[in-house]
């Protein structure tokens, strides 16, 4: 069981990660695609009026949130398969 510790650490931090983005999304969408614009220039500059692109935003949160969720469920599942 010690020998899974590392590899369960990195798939934790990943997961954390995503969920860590996700909700960065979800909160601050306007901030989040303003950082994207001037880092990596991927995502147009949002406005205050820019709703649509903040929906988009959301939506991808959303769906980082589900991923994170949805990984960190079948970690546990996996771990309670090789505890046994």
């Given at each position: 069981?010690?020998?899974?510790?590392?590899?369960?650490?990195?798939?934790?931090?990943?997961?954390?990660?995503t969920f860590a983005v996700g909700?960065?999304?979800?909160?601050?969408?306007?901030?989040?695609?303003?950082?994207?614009?001037?880092?990596?220039?991927?995502?147009?500059?949002?406005?205050?009026?820019?709703?649509?692109?903040?929906?988009?935003?959301?939506?991808?949160?959303?769906?980082?949130?589900?991923?994170?969720?949805?990984?960190?469920?079948?970690?546990?599942?996996?771990?309670?398969?090789?505890?046994?």
């Amino acid at each position: 069981m010690a020998r899974l510790l590392g590899p369960v650490l990195v798939l934790f931090i990943q997961v954390l990660g995503t969920f860590a983005v996700g909700c960065w999304l979800l909160l601050t969408p306007g901030r989040a695609a303003n950082l994207l614009h001037d880092a990596f220039v991927v995502f147009p500059q949002v406005g205050p009026e820019d709703h649509l692109k903040k929906l988009c935003l959301r939506i991808l949160g959303s769906g980082l949130v589900v991923v994170a969720a949805r990984a960190t469920a079948g970690f546990v599942k996996a771990l309670a398969l090789l505890s046994n």
